[in-house]
């Protein structure tokens, strides 16, 4: 059934994983770049001064971003199957794992060693945790009704 709680959380994951794409992750203040690292993008807030990175930079960002989303929405549509639906959503928690790793330990780390400057977090920094949050409780709802199904089968 569609009007489960997962599907709340699914969609609240879905929706946090979008605002990635809204909200900036970081700025960077070097010497010469003043840059806003976001999960799309790098934008350079200085007049006339070179591109530090190209656009293919952030591609794994933006596919696992991409993937995560199109993960959590492809759950919330196999409501008939409740191994898949807990398969994918781990499947999905190890991917925001990755996003998060991602972005902290090779990104922030590459960006400001680059410019010689320290990253200042902005609101979408927590946003991947979030969607990890909101999936880990879509994952607890599923085991749970999974665990009801069986129990209902045992007395069958």
């Known amino acids: 059934m569609i009007q489960r709680i997962q599907t709340v959380f699914l969609l609240l994951a879905t929706l946090s994983a979008g605002l990635l794409f809204v909200f900036p992750i970081a700025w960077y203040y070097g010497e010469f770049n003043t840059i806003e690292f976001m999960v799309y993008q790098l934008i350079d807030t200085v007049p006339g001064s070179q591109p ?17 989303m199109g993960l959590s929405v492809a759950v919330i549509f196999s409501y008939k199957s409740m191994n898949k639906q807990l398969r994918m959503t781990k499947l999905n928690i190890f991917l925001t794992i990755v996003l998060i790793a991602a ?46 199904v069986r129990s209902v089968d045992r007395l069958r």
Do not use: C, M
């Not at 530090?52 to 995560?68: G, K």
């Not at 400001?112 to 609101?123: S, V």
């Open 52 to 68: 530090v990175y190209n656009s293919f930079f952030l591609l794994p960002l933006i596919a696992i971003t991409l993937i995560s």
């Open 103 to 148: 972005i902290f330990f090779f990104y922030a780390d590459h960006i400001g060693k680059t410019l010689n400057a320290l990253p200042q977090y902005e609101f979408g920094i927590f946003l991947p945790l979030i969607v990890l949050v909101f999936l880990i409780l879509a994952l607890r709802a599923i085991q749970r009704d999974l665990k009801l």
